[in-house]
C-alpha cells in the first residue's frame, strides 16, 4: 500500500469494533471514521432520555448547527486557490501519506505513538488531520483538540502556519495558548499551548473534560514537563476512555513510549532528506587553516576536563591523522578546551561566505552568550565586513517572541541568511531553506549533584541522537553540508542518548506542582515515571521546600507554597517576587528575579578583565554584592535608553544589550504573572510598590528571602574573612564576583545565586547581608538546643538573642505569614 510502516498492534483489523490493544482494550472507539466505524462504536450522542427533552434537543439542534456552519466553511476554504497552493505543499510531506492510517489508528486505539524524522510534518500535518476529519465528519461541536509543545516560541509558529495552511487567521478554529498570553476563541478547535499551559490546566480540572484529542509533541526531548505529564495520563486514560492521546516522537526511540503505555500501536513516518556531507574539526581545520592554541582556555579548563575531551588526548594524534597537515595535527593537539572556542566557530562561517554558494546558514551554539557575543560581533561588521549582506538571526528559547517571517521566509536574493540557534533548532522549528550547518558538538545542559546538592547549567557534549538531528538540518530542500566542530574521535564516544531532564534537575518545582495536583507523596507519584529519579534527589527537593516555608512537615503546601505554585518559576525566584511586591520594593525584584532566571547581563572579555571589573564595582558602589551591581547596571541602562545613548551605554560598561533587553521583557512578563495572582494591581501607581527600592538594605533582605538557603556564614581570619556553607564545608567567591576583591566583609553572612564546583566551590554573584535580614526572611526558625537563641539551616547558624528579641522575631514572621494567607 503506502510507505507507512506499521509496526505494533494490527490497526487495519477493520470496522467491527476496537482492537484489543494491551492496555487500551476497551478504549471507546471515537464516533466513526469517516464511516468506518460509525456503526460499530458507541455513540457519543446525547442518550435517549436528554434526546427527547425539550432543552437537550435545543442544545443538540444548535451543536449541529456549529457543526454545519464548520464544516462549511472549511470546505469553502479549501477550494479557494489560496489553499489549493498550501495544499500542493502538504501533500509533499512525508505525513501527508499516512492521513488515512493516521486516523484510523486514531479512531480506534486510546493511545497511538507517532514517529518520523524531523521536518516531515508531524506538528503541522498530524493535528490538522483529525480536526479536519472532526469538522468533516459534522462533529466539529464535540471536538476540542490540544497539542502541547515544548516551548512558547514552537506553539505560537506551529498555530500561525496551520491558520495560514487553512487560509484563516490565528485564533479563528486554531489558537495557541501560552503563559500570559493567548489567541483563541469560541470557535476554536485545535490549541496548541505549551506543556506547562496544560499542567497548569490540569490543577483546575484534572479530568481534562471536554478534550476529545490530546497530542504531545517532542516527547523524545525527554523533557521534565513531558514526563510528568505522561506520568498523569496514564493514570487519567482509564478514568477517560473516550479521550484519544497521540504521543510525537522525532526519533526511532518510539518503542520506550509504546511499551510505556501498554505496547500501544506505533507508525513510523518514513522521511526523507537530501544527502548531508559532514567534515570533523580535522577537516574543517585542513579548510579553515585555524589554528587552535589557545593555552588560556586550556590551562583554565584543565583541571576540570570532561570524559570526553580526556579520551581524545590519550590518542596519538600523528598516527591516527596521517593524512592531515602538520599544523592540522598540532591544533588538534592543542584542542582541549572544555569550553566551546567561539573562533572557531568564526572561522567556520567565514569560510562558508567566502567560499560556499548562497544559502542559510545554521550555527548550532550552547546558549545565549554565545549568541550575543557572535551576533554583536557580525552586526558590529566585524567579522564578514559589511552587515547589510546578512540577515543574522538569533534562535533562543526563551525568546519571548520570534520573527515569524523572517526566520522561515527566504532573504532577498542578495542577502544570506545567518540562524544562531541553541538546540531550539534541532527538532521543534524547521527551517527550510539551511544549506550550512555549523554544529559545535555542545549544548547547555543542567545537572544535578544530589550528594553535593549542585546544580549546574553548563555545556556538555551532546549524544549521538542530537548531532545525528543537527546534521539533518542542511538537507531539508537540497544537498546540504555540516561542519563539525569536534573531531570524529569525540563524536564516537558521545553517548546514544542525552539523559533524560527529569534525572538531571533539581525537582522543586516539579515536586509543588505534583502537590498542587494532589497527586498524592512526592515519592510514591515520582516512581511510576518512565524513568524515575533518584530518591535522593526528591528527598532533597522536598527539604529544599521545607526549608523555605512552602511545604510544612506533613508535606502539604502552605499559604506561600500555594502561591508559589501558580508562578511558573523557580520557587526561590517565585519567593523573592512575592516578598518583593510585599515589602515595597518590586522594582528590584522584578529586575533580580530577571536576570536569574535569564542570565547575568555582564560579559566578560578575556583580554579586558580588569576594566570589565572595574565597570561591575562601580555600578555596586560601596556595596558587597553582584545583585546591587546588577540592579543599578540595568537601572542605568533605562536611562541611557530613554536618552538614545543605551549602544554605547553597554559598550562602555560591559553589558550584553541582547540580554538587558530580554531582562526587561521578562521583568514585564513577571509583573503580569504578579498581577494574574493578586499581588500588584495595576490601576495603582507603580509607585505604591516601591516606597523601598532605594534603600538598598531592604533590597539586601528581600534578596535573602529568596535566595535562603543559599546562604554562607563570613568568618573573620585575621585580615581576611573565610566563608563556610552549611553542606561543603569552606567556599571561595568566584573571580568574577565584585566581592572577590573584598577582604573584609562588614556584615555576618553572604546570599549567593549558585554555587559552582570547578577547580574549587565557588559562590557566584553574592550578597553581605546582617543578620536581621536572615532572622526574618530565612527558612524555618528551630529553637537552639540549648535553650538561648534561635538556629537555622539545621543547627549551622545559631543567633544568640534575648528572649524578647527571639519572641519579637517570631511575631514579625507571623504577620508575614498571615500576609500571604491573605492575599
Ligand atoms: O513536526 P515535524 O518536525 O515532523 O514537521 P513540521 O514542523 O510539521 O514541519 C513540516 C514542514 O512545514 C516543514 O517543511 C517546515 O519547514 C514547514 N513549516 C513552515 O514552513 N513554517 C512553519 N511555521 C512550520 C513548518
Ligand atoms: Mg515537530
Known amino acids: 500500500s503506502t510507505e507507512t510502516e506499521i509496526r505494533v498492534g494490527n490497526i487495519l483489523a477493520g470496522s467491527s469494533g476496537p482492537v484489543p490493544v494491551n492496555g487500551s482494550s476497551d478504549a471507546v472507539p471515537r464516533n466513526g471514521y469517516s464511516g468506518a466505524l460509525s456503526q460499530g462504536g458507541k455513540q457519543i450522542l446525547p442518550s435517549e432520555k436528554e434526546a427527547n427533552s425539550g432543552p437537550a434537543l435545543e442544545l443538540r439542534t444548535s451543536k449541529e448547527k456549529l457543526s454545519a456552519v464548520l464544516k462549511e466553511k472549511q470546505e469553502k476554504m479549501m477550494a479557494s486557490g489560496s489553499s489549493k497552493v498550501m495544499l500542493a505543499f502538504r501533500?509533499?510531506?512525508?505525513?501527508?501519506?499516512?492521513?488515512?492510517?493516521?486516523?484510523?489508528?486514531?479512531?480506534?486505539?486510546?493511545?497511538?505513538?507517532?514517529?518520523?524524522e524531523t521536518g516531515c510534518g508531524k506538528t503541522t500535518q498530524l493535528p490538522q488531520f483529525i480536526l479536519e476529519e472532526e469538522i468533516a465528519c459534522l462533529r466539529a461541536a464535540d471536538c476540542n483538540i490540544i497539542c502541547t509543545q515544548p516551548r512558547r516560541i514552537s506553539a505560537i509558529s506551529v498555530s500561525a502556519r496551520i491558520a495560514a495552511e487553512r487560509g484563516e487567521s490565528i485564533g479563528e478554529?486554531?489558537?495557541?495558548?501560552?503563559?500570559?498570553?493567548?489567541?483563541?476563541?469560541?470557535?476554536?478547535?485545535?490549541?496548541?499551548?505549551?506543556?506547562?499551559?496544560?499542567?497548569?490546566?490540569?490543577?483546575?480540572?484534572?479530568?481534562?473534560?471536554?478534550?476529545?484529542?490530546?497530542?504531545?509533541?517532542?516527547?523524545?526531548?525527554?523533557?521534565?514537563?513531558?514526563?510528568?505529564l505522561l506520568i498523569i495520563l496514564r493514570d487519567l486514560l482509564p478514568r477517560r476512555r473516550d479521550l484519544r492521546l497521540v504521543l510525537m516522537s522525532a526519533t526511532i526511540n518510539a518503542d520506550m513510549f509504546s511499551k510505556y503505555f501498554g505496547n500501544a500501536p506505533t507508525i513510523h513516518i518514513p522521511g526523507f532528506t537530501f544527502p548531508v556531507e559532514e567534515f570533523f574539526l580535522e577537516d574543517v581545520l585542513e579548510k579553515t587553516h585555524y589554528p587552535i592554541v589557545s593555552e588560556f582556555e586550556r590551562r583554565q579548563s584543565e583541571q576540570n576536563k570532561d570524559p570526553l575531551t580526556a579520551l581524545f588526548e590519550e590518542v596519538d594524534i600523528n598516527s591516527h591523522y596521517k593524512k592531515y597537515s602538520k599544523s592540522t595535527r598540532q591544533s588538534l593537539e592543542a584542542w582541549s578546551t572544555t569550553k566551546l572556542d567561539l573562533g572557531l566557530v568564526e572561522a567556520g562561517l567565514e569560510?562558508?561566505?567566502?567560499?560556499?554558494?548562497?544559502?542559510?546558514?545554521?550555527?548550532?551554539?550552547?546558549?545565549?552568550?554565545?549568541?550575543?557575543?557572535?551576533?554583536?560581533?557580525?552586526?558590529?561588521?566585524?567579522?564578514?565586513?559589511?552587515?547589510?549582506?546578512?540577515?543574522?538571526?538569533?534562535?533562543?528559547?526563551?525568546?519571548?517572541?520570534?520573527?515569524?517571517?523572517?526566520?522561515?521566509?527566504?532573504?532577498?536574493?542578495?542577502?544570506?541568511?545567518?540562524?544562531?540557534?541553541?538546540?531550539?533548532?534541532?527538532?521543534?522549528?524547521?527551517?527550510?531553506?539551511?544549506?550550512?550547518?555549523?554544529?559545535?558538538?555542545?549544548?547547555?545542559?543542567t545537572s544535578y549533584d544530589a550528594l553535593n546538592k549542585l546544580a549546574c547549567l553548563l555545556p556538555s557534549w551532546i549524544s549521538k541522537a542530537s548531532a545525528h538531528q543537527r546534521r539533518g538540518r542542511a538537507g531539508r530542500v537540497q544537498p546540504g553540508v555540516c561542519y563539525r566542530l569536534y573531531p570524529k574521535l569525540v563524536?564516537?564516544?558521545?553517548?546514544?542518548?542525552?539523559?533524560?531532564?527529569?534525572?538531571?534537575?533539581?525537582?522543586?518545582?516539579?515536586?509543588?506542582?505534583?502537590?498542587?495536583?494532589?497527586?498524592?507523596?512526592?515519592?510514591?507519584?515520582?516512581?511510576?515515571?518512565?524513568?524515575?529519579?533518584?530518591?535522593?534527589?526528591?528527598?532533597?527537593?522536598?527539604?529544599?521546600?521545607?526549608?523555605?516555608?512552602?511545604?510544612?512537615?506533613?508535606?502539604?503546601?502552605?499559604?506561600?507554597?500555594?502561591?508559589?505554585?501558580?508562578?511558573?518559576?523557580?520557587?526561590?525566584?517565585?519567593?523573592?517576587?512575592?516578598?518583593?511586591?510585599?515589602?515595597?520594593?518590586?522594582?528590584?525584584?522584578?529586575?533580580?528575579?530577571?536576570?536569574l532566571a535569564h542570565r547575568d547581563p555582564f560579559v566578560l572579555p578575556i583580554n579586558r578583565k580588569e576594566e570589565a571589573d572595574a565597570a561591575k564595582r562601580s555600578f555596586a558602589g560601596d556595596c558587597c554584592s553582584d545583585h546591587i551591581a546588577l540592579l543599578k547596571a540595568f537601572e542605568s541602562w533605562k536611562d541611557a535608553k530613554r536618552n538614545g545613548r543605551?549602544?554605547?551605554?553597554?559598550?562602555?560598561?560591559?553589558?550584553?544589550?541582547?540580554?538587558?533587553?530580554?531582562?526587561?521583557?521578562?521583568?514585564?512578563?513577571?509583573?503580569?504573572?504578579?498581577?494574574?495572582?493578586?499581588?500588584?494591581?495595576?490601576?495603582?501607581?507603580?509607585?505604591?510598590?516601591?516606597?523601598?527600592?532605594?534603600?538598598?538594605?531592604?533590597?539586601?533582605?528581600?534578596?535573602?528571602?529568596?535566595?535562603?538557603?543559599?546562604?554562607?556564614?563570613?568568618k573573620r581570619r585575621g585580615k581576611r574573612t573565610a566563608l563556610y556553607t552549611k553542606e561543603v564545608g569552606k567556599v571561595d567567591i568566584h573571580p568574577a564576583s565584585v566581592n572577590a576583591v573584598v577582604h573584609l566583609f562588614p556584615l555576618p553572612y553572604m546570599v549567593y545565586s549558585e554555587k559552582v564546583k570547578t577547580t574549587s566551590i565557588y559562590i557566584r554573584d553574592s550578597t553581605n547581608i546582617s543578620d536581621y535580614a536572615l532572622l526574618l526572611f530565612g527558612?524555618?526558625?528551630?529553637?537552639?538546643?540549648?535553650?538561648?537563641?534561635?538556629?537555622?539551616?539545621?543547627?549551622?547558624l545559631h543567633f544568640s538573642s534575648s528572649k524578647s528579641v527571639l519572641d519579637l522575631i517570631k511575631k514579625l514572621r507571623s504577620e508575614l505569614d498571615k500576609l500571604l494567607q491573605r492575599k
Not at 489558537?175 to 490540569?202: D, P
Not at 517532542?218 to 510528568?228: T, V
Request: hydrophobic share 40%.
Open 491 to 595: 563524536y564516537d564516544a558521545m553517548p546514544q542518548y542525552q539523559l533524560p531532564e527529569i534525572l538531571r534537575t533539581p525537582l522543586q518545582e516539579l515536586c509543588l506542582q505534583i502537590k498542587s495536583l494532589q497527586l498524592g507523596t512526592v515519592a510514591s507519584f515520582l516512581a511510576k515515571a518512565l524513568q524515575p529519579p533518584d530518591p535522593l534527589s526528591v528527598q532533597n527537593a522536598i527539604e529544599l521546600l521545607k526549608t523555605i516555608g512552602a511545604l510544612d512537615d506533613v508535606e502539604e503546601l502552605t499559604p506561600l507554597g500555594r502561591h508559589l505554585c501558580t508562578l511558573p518559576v523557580d520557587p526561590n525566584i517565585g519567593k523573592m517576587l512575592l516578598i518583593g511586591s510585599i515589602f515595597q520594593c518590586l522594582d528590584p525584584a522584578l529586575t533580580i528575579a530577571s536576570a
Open 646 to 714: 543605551d549602544r554605547a551605554f553597554c559598550w562602555e560598561n560591559f553589558l550584553s544589550p541582547v540580554t538587558l533587553q530580554m531582562m526587561d521583557d521578562m521583568r514585564n512578563q513577571f509583573l503580569d504573572l504578579l498581577t494574574n495572582i493578586g499581588f500588584v494591581d495595576k490601576t495603582k501607581s507603580r509607585k505604591e510598590y516601591n516606597h523601598y527600592s532605594d534603600d538598598l538594605e531592604m533590597v539586601s533582605a528581600m534578596l535573602c528571602a529568596g535566595l535562603y538557603p543559599n546562604v554562607v556564614q563570613c
Open 779 to 796: 527558612g524555618s526558625l528551630l529553637p537552639s538546643k540549648t535553650g538561648e537563641g534561635i538556629e537555622m539551616l539545621g543547627g549551622y
Open 173 to 228: 478554529t486554531v489558537g495557541y495558548q501560552i503563559r500570559l498570553e493567548a489567541k483563541r476563541s469560541a470557535q476554536t478547535r485545535l490549541l496548541f499551548c505549551t506543556t506547562g499551559v496544560l499542567l497548569r490546566q490540569l490543577v483546575q480540572d484534572p479530568n481534562l473534560t471536554g478534550v476529545s484529542h490530546l497530542l504531545v509533541d517532542e516527547i523524545h526531548e525527554r523533557g521534565m514537563n513531558e514526563d510528568f
Open 351 to 445: 569560510y562558508i561566505c567566502r567560499h560556499e554558494i548562497d544559502g542559510a546558514i545554521l550555527i548550532f551554539l550552547t546558549g545565549w552568550d554565545d549568541i550575543t557575543k557572535l551576533l554583536d560581533k557580525i552586526k558590529g561588521n566585524c567579522l564578514l565586513g559589511n552587515s547589510s549582506k546578512f540577515r543574522v538571526l538569533p534562535l533562543h528559547g526563551s525568546m519571548p517572541t520570534i520573527n515569524q517571517r523572517e526566520i522561515f521566509e527566504r532573504p532577498p536574493s542578495n542577502m544570506r541568511k545567518i540562524v544562531l540557534a541553541t538546540n531550539i533548532a534541532e527538532s521543534s522549528i524547521t527551517i527550510d531553506d539551511v544549506v550550512y550547518v555549523i554544529d559545535c558538538g555542545k549544548a547547555k545542559e
Open 91 to 116: 501533500e509533499k510531506l512525508p505525513a501527508y501519506k499516512t492521513k488515512a492510517e493516521f486516523l484510523k489508528a486514531v479512531a480506534i486505539n486510546q493511545v497511538v505513538v507517532v514517529s518520523g
